[in-house]
């Protein structure tokens, strides 16, 4: 059974700094590629970071020289490191072990959605005020 565990959600105020962390228990078939995803209420599920298993990263513009996507394969977790945070940061926030059907698919495409199934986690909420 696969589980992925978000923490390091909270709330903090515009500026300031975050690092969420998820765990990956279980053998996750398939899944070469990991990724963070963002969603509100009423809003639809956006990409924000993705790695792939040689360290390739990729972030979508409202991240990119803020955040930092990580991994440390050897306890198997994922990271997301968030700085200089702004209201439009809030949202909550899942971790995904992402798997595509065509070998060779770029792990940064997930960020569109173009990914054929997932592992999700339960999701750590961020939210961003004064």
């Excluded at 589980?3 to 899944?31: A, N």
């Excluded at 054929?116 to 004064?130: F, I, L, P």
Aim: with cysteine; proline share 3%.
């Amino acid at each position: 059974q696969v589980r992925l565990v978000e923490s390091g959600g909270g709330s903090v105020q515009p500026g300031g700094s975050l690092t969420l962390s998820c765990v990956v228990l279980g053998t996750t078939h398939g899944s070469y590629c990991r990724g963070w995803f963002k969603e509100n209420p009423g809003q639809r599920h956006e990409g924000v970071a993705s790695i792939d298993r040689d360290g390739t990263t990729d972030y979508v513009d409202s991240v990119k020289g803020r955040f930092t996507i990580s991994q440390d394969n050897a306890q198997n977790t994922l990271y997301l490191q968030m700085t200089n945070v702004n209201p439009e940061d809030t949202g909550m926030y899942y971790c995904a072990a992402l798997v595509f059907n065509q070998p060779g698919q770029k792990c940064g495409s997930a960020l569109s959605g173009n990914y054929d199934s997932a592992y999700w986690g339960r999701g750590t909420q961020v939210t961003v005020s004064s």
